[in-house]
């Protein structure tokens, strides 16, 4: 009898230390990450949720959009590389880099359209890879939550930039690219295996980007005589390779 009083007991003890474990893992949770519903945000609310509290979840914003990344927290959280997104939107970082004061706004002012277009891929990637929680009040959202002319802004000016990118696209197929390849040792050149190396302006790159850029096209040997045709320093002008810097 004793004996069966005693296993009765320890059984008993047992059961209540797994109760009160299982109670305290759930505490630990709820306490730490709660639910973060779909709502309008303010520039000061969202300033608390960049990670430094455990016990809430960690939100970034994006054009306005706000996000949960809690389950990034070893990205976005303090140390994390992504942290200086936490608690704030700071669209342009997401294509200028620049991680420090200025940089870390939410105008996209005098960035190209491919630029802005560059932001808004990054939007519709946190819309696919994390839970939207809502819209932050300010410069592309109203009191009520609606889009407003910046937004509307932004996103037409991401439409011309893929424009854009498509029409160079189609354009730069019409004439053949060199190959090319570098090495450490090596350094880089560039060859063409039917025709000879040129380098070509590409007519919309500052409607993309703001700047002038080249691309080296292969020519038939009929076709360089054009003025805008430019031979590569220090290269033969029927050489068929070409070292670049």
Known sequence: ????KMLV???FYVGLAV???LVAILLRFSMRAPIVQSRLW???EIALYNGTNDRLPIVLGILGSVFDVSKGRSHYGPGGAYHHFAGRD????FISGNFTGDGLTDSLQGLSSVEVKGVVDWRDFYFRSYTFVGKLVGRYYDNEGSPTKSL???????ARGAQLLEKQKEEEAKLPSCNSRWSQHEGGEVWCTAGYPRLVQRPLEIAL??????RCVCFNEEEL???ELEIYEGCDPLSKVCKVN
């Open 1 to 4: 009898m004793m004996l069966t």
């Open 9 to 11: 007991a320890s059984r």
């Open 19 to 21: 109760l009160v474990t």
């Open 42 to 44: 303010t520039t000061e």
């Open 90 to 93: 700071a669209s342009r970082a």
């Open 152 to 158: 509307k802004g932004v996103e037409a000016k991401a």
């Open 209 to 214: 980007t703001g700047k002038m850029s080249k």
């Open 225 to 227: 005589g054009k003025p």
